[in-house]
């Protein structure tokens, strides 16, 4: 069964950093790209960020760009995202997606983990 | 940045059909994809690279992509379809959603 399972959300003010982490089960890691996605209260989903199979590739939504850092490690079949310089916007439910060539689509979704950045 | 426009919401009656656009520049020569999303729960995935279903997925969703506009229909829609649908695309390596389209089935 493949399982994601995202962790390191919480309450932060702004300015300040948060690190989230996604581990993943049940299927090769290191064959899909995995990415990021976050949606803000009440609204739709947003892509945030990418990175390929090696971590050699990495794409980012320009509103983050600069701030958070995508990274992975395939020795522990996890997935990390670095978050910097954390305003108000940022606040949301973060999901780690998983996508594969054969496809172009999110296969496989997490649960979420919720980033609050406030005073 | 590449966008993807989708009517906020659609409303349709049991049994009746459910068609979901999605407009982007040139949207069909990229692939698109579907995504639904119920109350309180991740989303998943129903339609991938314009019209193919994943396992699991009923055969009352299919899907069409030409011109501008990408289409979700749903056949036969049912109360359990009522939820969020969001459009998706890849464009240079980016992956833009739509704002999603509020489904309601009564």
């Known amino acids: 069964e493949v399982q994601l399972v995202e962790s390191g959300g919480g309450l932060v003010q702004p300015g300040g950093s948060l690190r989230l982490s996604c581990a993943v089960s049940?299927?090769?890691?290191?064959?899909?790209?995995m990415s990021w996605v976050r949606q803000a209260p009440g609204k739709g989903l947003e892509w945030v960020a990418n990175?390929?199979?090696?971590?050699?590739?990495?794409y980012y939504v320009d509103s983050v760009k600069g701030r958070f850092t995508i990274s992975r490690d395939n020795a522990k079949n996890s997935l990390d995202l670095q978050m910097n310089s954390l305003r108000a916007e940022d606040t949301a439910l973060y999901y780690c997606?998983?996508?594969?060539?054969?496809?172009?689509?999110?296969?496989?979704w997490g649960q979420g983990t919720l980033v609050t950045v406030s005073s | 940045s590449y966008e993807l426009t989708q009517p906020p919401s659609l409303s349709v009656s049991p049994g009746q059909t459910a068609s979901i656009t999605c407009s982007g520049d040139?949207?069909?020569?990229?692939?698109a994809c579907w995504y639904q999303q119920k109350s309180g729960q991740s989303p998943v995935l129903v339609i991938y690279?314009?019209?193919k279903r994943p396992s699991g997925i009923p055969e009352r969703f299919s899907g069409s992509n030409s011109g501008n506009t990408a289409t979700l229909i749903i056949s036969g829609a049912q109360a359990m379809d009522e939820a969020d649908y969001y459009c998706?695309?890849?464009?240079?390596?980016?992956?833009?959603f739509g704002g999603g389209t509020k489904l309601t089935v009564l």
């Open positions: 990175i390929n199979q090696d971590g050699s590739e990495k």
């Open positions: 049940g299927f090769t890691f290191t064959t899909y790209w």
């Open positions: 040139k949207l069909g020569n990229k692939y």
């Open positions: 997606a998983t996508h594969s060539s054969s496809s172009l689509a999110f296969d496989y």
């Open positions: 690279q314009d019209t």
């Open positions: 998706q695309a890849w464009d240079s390596s980016t992956a833009p």
